[in-house]
């Protein structure tokens, strides 16, 4: 079965520092896709990254990284100098490709980010 | 703009009605999701569909129904049956893909459902 785990619940950091979000992920699947999206207030879920299970490269964009490691079955997210804007639910996400093909969250984590 | 429409934003209901709300999409993607999300919680899977015509049962797929008979649209029924109905609905879609191939996961705006 798809799992996603998402241990943190809520982090609150002073901006300007950096912070990670953890994802760890189950799937019998060779074939997946893992993703982490933004909430903000409003509601609407703000598409970040898609990495694939054969694309092991860590990604930067700006102050955001992504660590991706298949040996822990992790996908985590780092915000380097946090500002108050990062303020959101993030989720991370697995979508399989296997025989059943299934889009599943993790439980999120809330992020605050104080000035 | 290819994109997902969820319609409509807010949403109210007396309680006992059914009420079904709309997903669109014009991405040409095969699969389709339906997620309900309450205060301070994840997103929970309601129902999803891989092909037309076809469609699973989520982890929380009771007192919901939903048909697949368009590629494009998946509408989500909330009936009688569903004790809690008050939530945000998300509808989203993403594509099937081949090996090394990207797929993404696309989301509507969501419908904040309230029921009275």
């Known amino acids: 079965a798809q799992k996603v785990t998402q241990a943190q619940t809520e982090i609150s950091v002073v901006e300007k520092e950096d912070v990670t979000l953890d994802c760890v992920y189950e799937t019998r699947d060779t074939t997946y896709y893992l993703f982490w999206y933004k909430q903000p207030p409003s509601g609407e879920l703000v598409f970040l990254i898609r990495?694939?299970?054969?694309?092991?490269q860590n990604e930067i964009s700006g102050r955001y990284s992504w660590n991706f490691q298949k040996s822990t079955s992790s996908f985590n997210f780092t915000i380097t100098a946090s500002q108050v804007v990062d303020s959101a639910v993030y989720f991370c996400a697995l979508l399989t490709q296997g025989g059943s093909e299934k889009l599943v969250f993790g439980k999120g984590t809330k992020l605050t980010v104080n000035p | 703009d290819g994109g997902i429409t969820q319609s409509p934003k807010y949403l109210f209901r007396k309680e006992g009605q059914n009420v079904t709300l709309s997903c669109e999409q014009n991405?040409?993607?095969?699969?389709m999701y339906w997620y309900r999300q309450d205060p301070g919680q994840g997103l929970r899977l309601i129902y999803y569909?891989?092909?037309?015509?076809?469609?699973q049962k989520g982890d929380i797929a009771e007192g919901y129904s939903v048909s697949r008979e368009k590629k494009e649209s998946f509408p989500l029924t909330v009936t009688s049956a569903q004790k809690n109905p008050t939530a945000f609905y998300l509808c989203?879609?993403?594509?099937?893909?081949?090996?090394?191939?990207?797929?993404?996961?696309?989301f509507g705006q969501g419908t904040r459902l309230t029921v009275v």
């Open positions: 990495r694939n299970s054969f694309d092991e």
């Open positions: 991405l040409n993607h095969d699969a």
């Open positions: 569909s891989q092909i037309v015509n076809d469609f």
């Open positions: 989203a879609s993403s594509m099937r893909g081949e090996k090394l191939t990207g797929t993404e996961a696309f």
